[in-house]
């Protein structure tokens, strides 16, 4: 079935580091995918999406392209801040067939330090 | 913004017991969903909802579990006995279509003992 690899965290960091979390996905068909974030104490926050091959997404600095030939999606930010640690969680759609339902990777918790 | 909510945030019961999570989606929305995350594991997908039935639900949504849009606002998710592994968060979320982005709640985290 679908899945979706992320790298183990935790990541720490420090500010203004480059970051990069790497997700990979497995996939029949064409799925979209998605960034998701999680602040402390807070619900899943979408960070940014593709919906097909070559996409970028971007937001608040954060990028990804999807890399159909690697089946690829990984996180860059070229300059991180203390604000964001959180919880970083790649996901995908597939439209193959079901209503919706994402599939998410385990999460890569991330920590920048002042 | 509008916004997803749970309540309540952290429910602890003891195993065999019913609990009730609630959520209240975005207004407009009309796809609802829950998903789960057992501590340390994957964010999994439950069961998702539309004009007032499941429209797809996993293998972990067995018949202890249930879903119910009771007025219009809320969305609920049932579990009839809870078992020691149910202890996870549970997350709650809307979208406006099948395949648009879904906003979540900040969750409920269940503790059974």
């Known amino acids: 079935g679908d899945s979706v690899t992320q790298m183990e965290g935790p990541v720490t960091l420090s500010e203004e580091a480059f970051l990069t979390i790497n997700c990979t996905y497995t996939a029949t068909g064409y799925p979209s995918l998605f960034w998701y974030v999680q602040y402390p104490g807070e619900g899943l926050q979408l960070l940014l999406k593709a919906t097909k091959a070559d996409d970028k997404g971007s937001n608040k600095g954060f990028e990804a392209t999807y890399r159909k030939e690697t089946t690829s999606f990984h996180l860059e930010k070229g300059s991180v801040q203390v604000s964001d640690s959180a919880v970083y969680f790649c996901a995908l759609l597939n439209y193959g067939g079901s209503q919706g339902n994402l599939i998410f990777g385990k999460g890569t918790k991330l920590s920048v330090k002042p | 913004e509008p916004e997803v909510t749970q309540t309540p945030s952290h429910q602890v019961t003891q195993m065999g017991q019913e609990v009730i999570l609630r959520c209240v989606p975005i207004s407009n929305h009309l796809y609802f969903y829950w998903y789960r995350q057992i501590l340390g594991q994957k964010v999994e997908f439950l069961v998702s909802?539309?004009?007032?039935?499941?429209?797809?639900k996993s293998e972990i949504f067995d018949d202890q579990f249930s879903v119910e849009r009771p007025d219009g606002s809320n969305f609920t998710l049932k579990i009839r006995s809870t078992k020691l592994e149910d202890s996870a968060m549970y997350f709650c979320?809307?979208?406006?279509?099948?395949?648009?982005?879904?906003?979540f709640g900040p969750g409920t985290r269940l503790t059974v003992t």
């Open positions: 909802f539309y004009n007032n039935e499941i429209s797809e």
């Open positions: 979320a809307s979208g406006s279509g099948g395949y648009s982005e879904q906003y």
